[in-house]
């Protein structure tokens, strides 16, 4: 079973709107939780890293929340642009092992329409 | 711009064609990776790397063989290419907990 749960599955929104994607996650022990921005056919690309300590996070239009105790995290885009559009991935480091390890999510499918 | 490198980008070859999939990095790292993404999927860990010498077979099972002779470079060899193998290939590095991804490799066996 996934330790790390994604919704909604794919999200279609317009230009300028706003939007917010939701992780909730099992892994335990847990050192950060990342936000991944993957475009088509590339890599994913780091959108922001927390801590348990840290409850939010922003990156330009991006904004992070984590509540630890409940194990929920979300990423807000602000104004959305045409370029948003890609998979946004809810990855769960663990550093307890000598490797550390990441657990991903399935990703939320976004798509900006003009 | 990204300091680690895959090659080819895409790839389609016939069923039991031999096949090496590249990756290079310039940062250093010690530690790289080897990633298996389905469309729609999670990334899956197929194989992983402490250092030079190093390797080791990750979560999913994979035919695929890595080696390491060079810090630098990670490369991914499937000896018999078959239909399943088709999927996208992620290579990436870490150091202290922050990973870079290469871009993948997309691998088409016909």
């Known amino acids: 079973k996934n330790q790390v749960e994604q919704s909604p599955q794919s999200l279609i929104i317009l230009e300028g709107k706003n939007c917010t994607l939701q992780c909730n996650y099992t892994v335990s022990p847990f050192s950060n939780l990342r936000w991944y921005k993957q475009d088509t056919g590339r890599g994913p690309v780091s959108l922001t890293i927390?801590?348990?300590?840290?409850n939010t996070k922003s990156n330009g239009r991006y904004t992070a929340t984590l509540d630890a105790d409940t194990k929920q995290s979300s990423l807000h885009i602000t104004a959305s642009q045409l370029s948003d559009s890609a998979s946004y991935i809810c990855v769960v480091y663990d550093r307890g092992s000598t490797l550390g390890r990441l657990y991903f999510g399935r990703g939320t499918q976004l798509t900006v329409w003009p | 711009e990204a300091d680690i490198y895959q090659t080819p980008r895409y790839l389609v070859i016939g069923t039991g064609k031999k096949i090496t999939l590249e990756c290079s990095q310039t940062?250093?790292?010690?530690?790289m990776y080897w990633y298996q993404q389905d469309p729609g999927m999670e990334l899956h860990l197929i194989h992983y790397s402490y250092g030079v010498n190093s390797t080791e077979k990750g979560d999913l099972s994979s035919e695929s063989t890595v080696s390491r002779i060079r810090t630098e470079h990670f490369p991914l060899t499937l000896e018999s290419a078959r239909p399943s193998h088709t999927s996208q290939y992620l290579c990436?590095?870490?150091?202290?907990?922050?990973?870079?991804f290469g871009s993948g490799t997309r691998l088409t066996v016909v």
């Open positions: 990436a590095s870490s150091d202290q907990g922050s990973y870079t």
């Open positions: 940062m250093g790292h010690d530690k």
């Open positions: 927390m801590t348990f300590s840290e």
